[in-house]
């Protein structure tokens, strides 16, 4: 009787111990995402060409792609304050997040049906209209479209996980849609150090950037655990 009600309490610590440093990382990566986003858009805000990360010679991160990723980042920050709220009710905790994903979602949305429908709706200059002005070409500050992918399926798993009812069909779909940007973003990484792809995809499109592809990375991850 007392080895069983031992294993238990054992069990039960390695769930806590799991919760909290799942929290943790959950916390660290959104910091990490809205602080390189920030870096990114304050610096095409002041007519700079942007920040490199790894390397200055690789593709940079995009301005939308910087403020879709802010904007997961605090769902994060957001999402976890909903679970730790007692005293609050449940609509005023849920709706921001739910609000929340559905901009990154739009936005994300728009420039993937750019590319499907080779249109140009100029959402990509928002941020730098400074640099259309100047001469830059539009492609030059479109979203690549691996990375509206992933954004789409990162902002759905975000609204998904947020929803006020919890079923194992949204559980399900939310982790799917998570492991499937990791699995895209991985690919997208490797294929900066493949001498044959380089900076193309599989599919003769721009690849997303690296910095980029480690804070889809960090943030599918995040919205897994």
């Known amino acids: 009787m007392n080895d069983t009600s031992d294993f238990a309490c054992r069990e039960l610590t390695s769930k806590e111990l799991f919760a909290r440093y799942s929290r943790r990382f959950v916390v660290i990566s959104a910091a990490v995402a809205i602080t390189c986003g920030l870096l990114v858009i304050s610096s095409r805000i ?33 999402s976890l304050n909903s679970i730790n709220s007692i005293t609050t009710p449940p609509f005023l905790t849920v709706h921001p997040a739910l609000v929340l994903s559905s901009i990154p979602a739009l936005i994300s949305g728009l420039a993937f049906s750019e590319f499907l429908f080779n249109w140009s709706l100029g959402i990509d200059a928002l941020l730098v209209l400074g ?25 759905i798993s975000l609204g998904l996980n947020n929803l006020p009812q919890i079923n194992r069909a949204t559980v399900i779909s939310s982790s799917i849609l998570c492991l499937a940007l990791i699995a895209v973003a991985i690919s997208s990484f490797c294929s900066h150090f493949t001498p044959v792809l380089s900076h193309l995809t599989w ?23």
Do not use: K, Y
């Not at 490199?52 to 910087?66: K, Q, Y």
């Not at 640099?131 to 902002?155: D, K, P, R």
């Open 131 to 155: 640099l259309i002005n100047a001469g830059q070409h539009a492609l030059q500050l479109q979203m690549e479209t691996e990375t509206a992918v992933c954004l789409l399926f990162l902002s």
């Open 46 to 78: 002041l007519g700079s060409r942007g920040i490199g990360f790894f390397s200055p010679d690789w593709l940079l991160m995009r301005s939308n792609t910087a403020l879709c990723l802010i904007l997961c980042g605090s769902i994060l920050c957001v």
């Open 203 to 225: 599919l003769g499109n721009l690849v997303m950037s690296a910095d980029t592809a480690v804070l889809l990375i960090l943030l599918g991850i995040a919205s897994l655990l």
